[in-house]
């Protein structure tokens, strides 16, 4: 059984910042790639971030310079740092990993349950 629980979301004013986490648990063997998803109102879910298991990482054009995606392989977590937040940033936060499990062939792919984030104007 694995999980992934994010946490630090919440609502904010236009220009701050929040960092969300997420912790992965369960019989685990490796992890590869994390990434960070979010789904606006009326959107469909789009991929904002990504860092490998080498820690090359990737942003989204709309949110480079203000975004920075990171990894503890130690603690099992995925960060994303959101600064210079914008109304238009108003999404649910879903962390997401290939992960393989004790035992496991090959890497799944497993979603946490989501965390709000609210940018007030």
């Known amino acids: 059984q694995v999980e992934l629980v994010e946490s630090g979301g919440g609502s904010v004013q236009a220009g701050g910042s929040l960092r969300l986490s997420c912790a992965v648990s369960g019989i685990i063997d490796s992890i590869g790639s994390m990434y960070w998803y979010r789904r606006a109102p009326e959107k469909s879910r789009e991929l904002i971030a990504s860092?490998?298991?080498?820690?090359?990482?990737h942003v989204l054009d709309s949110v480079k310079g203000r975004f920075t995606i990171s990894r503890d392989d130690t603690k099992k977590t995925v960060d994303l740092q959101m600064d210079t937040l914008k109304p238009e940033d108003t999404a649910v936060y879903y962390c997401?990993?290939?992960?393989?499990?004790?035992?496991?062939?090959?890497?799944?792919?497993?979603w946490g349950q989501g965390t709000q984030v609210t940018v007030s104007s």
């Open positions: 860092i490998t298991s080498r820690y090359n990482t």
């Open positions: 997401n990993a290939d992960i393989r499990t004790i035992g496991g062939l090959s890497l799944k792919n497993y």
